[in-house]
């Protein structure tokens, strides 16, 4: 689980939007770019080379 303060101050590294915490999967999606980033022992892996899409997906 991430820390909620944490989460308020994290932004997508592509467009700087918000992200979204899915605790069920580990990772923090970005709506607006249709991608997410895991989270890997508790540390968000956002590189923007890192993104993952969500096509074909229901978040």
Do not use: N, Q
Request: aromatic residues 6%; glycine residues 6%.
């Amino acid at each position: 689980m991430l820390d909620e303060k944490l989460l308020e101050i994290l932004a997508c590294p592509l467009c700087k939007g918000e992200l979204e915490y899915d605790s069920r999967k580990e990772r923090l999606i970005c709506k607006k770019c249709r991608v997410y980033y895991e989270v890997r022992e508790g540390i968000p892996v956002l590189l923007p080379d890192s993104g993952k899409p969500l096509e074909g997906e229901s978040s």
